[in-house]
């Protein structure tokens, strides 16, 4: 009897549990129904048009169709072709039958298991998508495409996130089915997929990371390879090797639990050290290398991503994971559309800001292992007029070197000394409803930095204290406001490797923990030059398409209010007096007004130099790559140099423009007892304000001793939404492209070592 319940017991579960997966499919069917209907009466007439279109390009389609990329076109702001972005595709399309075995069953089980299953889609991905789909607004959320969706992406879609654009996919993804074998269609698709560094289809990639056909690669060389795809920025192997070498290892373990491979070959591919053997490029230029980085970013915008800045490191992975998603799709996008790329770029002024970089720094030629100068340099002119970023210059000239190039002007993050007092202290303290003759007693403090000579003024008005740039006046005014007001002016002016280390005192000397690039210091002084409004750095005027039609305008960029207009007069005002008699004078520039910081950090190991006029802005960084301490390198020394040296020629024949003066009012004093100024000693000053007491790594156990209270203490501002910071994509490196020709009016090299442009 016991057995015959217990067999009455099962098959009771068992019925049940059949019972619960035909609820679970009804819900489903009526999920899906309802959301079909959904859409088709939200979207009706947009699906139809999209499904006519679909109809009409595949109709229209040869296998000619998938092996041509077409040639996007920069121009300079003179309209002049000043460089070409183009992939290699139609010159190293191979048919299926050499493609490696290996690399159609290594693709196939790690981007589409049901390829030869499937006409075009996965419904339960598509179901999975449309619920995306609608809890999203419209936005898509959710990929899950299969191959042929990919190829139907790659070809004739961009990367906008967005319905109309999924279902397109879709539709063309089934007509390609219908016209394409599915070996074609695979075909097509490893000759089309993205390897990063400009390689377009499996045997460019095999050229240009091991220089030989993917004919010859072993297992694991092919395996490799197939890692890239899926995302090309995190798997780049240049810059990413050991994640490549990560995802490697997971196809490996795929293609073994798929009966792909034998466990000897699994264990002699996992085993084996890959070894790249990159041939020989010309680097890209320096205009190029920008150019590139901007327009990508303006197609993300375009395409709808959304930047974020700010300090919260809790969505830090998910949102570095979309950022380096959608830059490598959008990379993929520019260098096969046949874009025409306008930009802010001028030629003679790019070229005279080469020159006399190379020029102020020729006398330090010691060089690295790999042969590059250990003493470099970066600079970035800003257009006042448009806020647009017209000369870029990444490093020396060196026409002997080739391989990848680092552009520091937008790639490298280096501690900015005092150089950031004006943008995160006084500027932020004006706004606040300081003024510039508050003032505050130069005086040592317990616990905080000392002045770079040893000596102390007594009371000093704000704006002797920016002149002189004195550490402890920066300290005070920096702790009375609250680091975290100060930041936040500079998250607000899109500021990407500040963490929350950085709400420290020690912020207000340059003490920033992943440091900040020119570009970004560049865009911060030309906002106070701007009256307080900051615009978003680019070089990116227009991005049309082969025919003209527009792809990205102008408006998308960024503009926003960042500091009071009388307040960034009145920092104006300020640091005009740094050059002509603080920490750069003797260095005005000639007949033209000008203002300025000078910016040193500690043991001499970086020095900038941040100044503008009416017309333009310039920031120069010198240092090195590894930082170490350099003779003689502080902020009015080598990058002054230069600034004066190029301000001066690009100013010649125009005519002196003074800085707008806010209007006389009564200011509100935070001092006191309103005691009188000490006077500056003559012999106060006699280099810079170099920082040689490591002021960047202060711990701090208690707030400075300040001798000043306001009466009327400032309120805390609304705090700034604090967001993830964006890591920088890598360097971008593409297939070599002809040296860009020489402008009629620039000013040409004067040596081997100036070519670099």
């Not at 859409?39 to 679909?54: R, T, V």
């Not at 990159?278 to 375009?302: D, F, G, Q, S």
């Not at 830090?316 to 979309?322: L, Q, R, V």
């Not at 002024?349 to 330090?364: A, V």
Request: glycine share 6%; charged share 25%.
């Amino acid at each position: 009897m016991a057995q015959k319940k217990t067999k009455k017991s099962k098959k009771k579960k068992h019925t049940k549990r059949g019972f619960i997966l035909k609820v679970i499919l009804l819900l489903f069917l009526i999920m899906t129904l309802g959301i079909t209907l959904f859409l088709y009466a939200k979207y009706g007439d947009e699906i139809i048009a999209a499904k006519n279109d679909a109809k009409a390009l595949v109709e229209a389609s040869t296998p000619d169709t998938f092996k041509a990329s077409a040639t996007s076109l920069v121009y300079d702001i003179d309209g002049k072709q000043i460089a070409q972005l183009k992939g290699d595709k139609d010159m190293y399309y191979i048919g299926l039958d050499e493609i490696p075995d290996a690399a159609e069953k290594a693709m196939i089980d790690t981007e589409d298991r049901k390829f030869y299953n499937h006409k075009g889609i996965d419904l339960k991905a598509v179901a999975a998508a449309a619920v995306s789909l609608v809890k999203n607004k419209g936005q898509i959320k959710r990929g899950g495409s299969t191959i042929t969706q990919q190829l139907a992406r790659n070809i004739y879609l961009n990367n906008a996130k967005e319905w109309s654009r999924k279902i397109k996919e879709m539709f063309i993804a089934l007509e390609l089915e219908k016209k394409y074998s599915k070996e074609q269609i695979l075909e097509f698709y490893i000759n089309n997929i993205y390897f990063a560094n400009g390689y377009y289809g499996l045997e460019a990639a095999s050229k240009g990371y091991f220089s030989k056909s993917c004919s010859e690669l072993s297992l694991a060389q092919i395996t490799f390879l197939c890692s890239i795809p899926n995302s090309p920025t995190r798997y780049d192997p240049i810059v990413n090797y050991d994640n490549t070498v990560e995802r490697k290892n997971r196809i490996l373990e795929q293609m073994l639990s798929e009966g792909d491979i034998t466990e000897e070959e699994y264990n002699q591919a996992l085993s084996e050290k890959i070894e790249l053997n990159v041939p020989e490029v010309k680097r890209r230029n320096y205009i190029e290398t920008y150019v590139t980085n901007c327009a990508v970013k303006a197609l993300m915008k375009e395409s709808g991503f959304q930047f974020e800045y700010g300090i919260d490191k809790s969505k830090d992975e998910e949102y570095d994971e979309a950022y380096s998603d959608m830059y490598s799709q959008c990379q993929q996008q520019l260098y096969r559309a046949g874009y025409r790329i306008y930009t802010s770029i001028d030629m003679s002024k790019q070229r005279t800001l080469q020159k006399t970089i190379n020029e102020q720094l020729s006398e330090n030629k010691e060089k690295g292992e790999d042969g590059i100068f250990e003493f470099q340099g970066a600079g970035v002119c800003i257009d006042n007029d448009n806020g647009k970023v017209i000369a870029v210059v990444g490093g020396r000239s060196q026409s002997s070197i080739t391989g990848y190039t680092f552009n520091r002007a937008y790639q490298s993050y280096r501690q900015p000394g005092s150089a950031i007092k004006p943008i995160a202290v006084y500027a932020p303290a004006f706004d606040n409803g300081y003024d510039a003759t508050d003032i505050i007693k130069d005086e040592p403090i317990k616990d905080g930095p000392k002045n770079s000579n040893g000596r102390y003024m007594g009371n000093i008005s704000l704006r002797t204290a920016v002149e002189y740039s004195v550490n402890t006046v920066a300290w005070k005014l920096f702790s009375e406001l609250t680091p975290k007001k100060c930041l936040n002016y500079l998250i607000d002016m899109n500021f990407s490797k500040l963490v929350s280390e950085d709400y420290t005192l020690a912020s207000s000397l340059g003490g920033i923990t992943n440091g900040v690039s020119p570009i970004e210091m560049a865009s911060a002084y030309a906002a106070i030059e701007n009256k307080g409004v900051f615009r978003e750095p680019t070089c990116i005027m227009a991005i049309t398409d082969s025919e003209g039609n527009e792809v990205v305008t102008d408006d998308i960029f960024d503009e926003k209010r960042i500091y009071d207009k009388d307040a960034a007069m009145m920092m104006t005002d300020v640091l005009r007096g740094v050059l002509t008699k603080g920490t750069a004078r003797g260095y005005e520039l000639d007949g033209m007004s000008c203002a300025g910081k000078t910016g040193t950090t500690n043991e001499h190991k970086d020095g900038w130099f941040a100044g503008y006029t009416p017309y333009y802005t310039t920031v120069i960084w010198v240092g090195c790559d590894t930082p170490k301490s350099i003779d003689n390198l502080l902020g009015n020394t080598y990058p002054l140099y230069i600034w004066n040296a190029y301000m001066n020629q690009i100013h010649e024949g125009l005519e002196n423009e003074e800085f707008e003066r806010s209007e006389p009012s009564e200011p509100v004093h935070y001092n006191t007892k309103e005691p009188k100024e000490t006077e500056v000693p003559d012999d106060y000053i006699d280099e810079d304000e170099d920082n040689d007491d490591d002021n960047q790594d202060y711990e701090i156990t208690q707030p400075p001793e300040n001798d000043f209270v306001p009466q009327n203490p400032v309120t805390e501002a609304p705090v700034v939404t604090e967001a993830p910071k964006i890591t920088e994509a890598p360097v971008i490196t593409a297939t070599p492209v002809p040296d860009v020709p020489a402008a009629t009016d620039a000013v040409q090299p004067q040596s081997a070592e100036d070519e670099q442009v």
